[in-house]
């Protein structure tokens, strides 16, 4: 790991601890609010890279491949509390294309916290999405990695990806969000390779 990697990816948690003291803003009536929602579905785009999770949050100074994501999902919440705390299942696919392309499906349970109201107007909500990805090919940076490494082909890799979004608290059905797409080995439980990285940006309509 480079100097720059380690400090993107220390930007990158310094990025999602900022959120927690942006619940001191909060009404507590906003907080307390429920909007009935219990699953969506959403759309995203982004590019790949070739840098870590880290780079995600913070990719200043990576470099861009000429490889694209487009995808989207549902997610449904399966417990949640009226502080906005919120465990459910998600599940997508998406095209990768550039140089080459590649079909990825992934599925796994997340952790969704819907309680930082900034000025009675706009929700913050925090997302972890952690599972299995699956993958026609390797694409990119990816494809070198996986010609490397000996023990995975990188077809299937973990998933984990943080996503930051925002809505209004007078259209809550509608969010718009980041959100950093990331598959890997798990520090080699299915392999020692890093996998794909892409910073990704999209919309998701709650019903």
């Known amino acids: 790991m480079t100097v720059k990697q380690l400090l993107n990816g220390v930007v990158g948690l310094l990025a999602m ?117 699956l993958v026609s090919d390797t694409i990119g940076s990816e494809a070198e990695r996986a010609e490397n490494t000996t023990d995975t082909d990188g077809r299937v890799l973990f998933y984990l990806t943080p996503e930051i979004s925002i809505s209004s608290l007078h259209r809550p059905e509608l969010e718009y969000f980041w959100r950093g797409q990331h598959r890997s080995g798990g520090y080699g439980t299915l392999g020692s390779m890093f996998g794909a990285n892409a910073v990704t940006f999209g919309m998701r309509y709650k019903f």
Do not use: C, M
Request: charged share 20%; net charge negative.
């Open 17 to 133: 601890v900022f959120l927690l003291p942006v619940a001191a803003w909060a009404q507590e009536e906003a907080v307390s609010q429920d909007n009935g929602f219990e699953q969506g579905v959403f759309f995203f785009g982004g590019r790949l890279h070739d840098g870590n999770i880290g780079d995600n949050f913070a990719p200043f100074g990576v470099s861009f491949e000429d490889n694209f994501i487009v995808g989207g999902g549902f997610d449904r919440d399966v417990w949640s509390q009226t502080n906005g705390l919120a465990i459910g299942v998600e599940i997508g696919t998406a095209l990768r294309f550039g140089e080459s392309a590649s079909i990825e499906l992934w599925g796994g349970p997340y952790l969704r916290y819907d309680g930082l109201i900034v000025s009675d107007a706009l929700r913050i909500s925090p997302k972890i999405v952690g599972g299995i990805s």
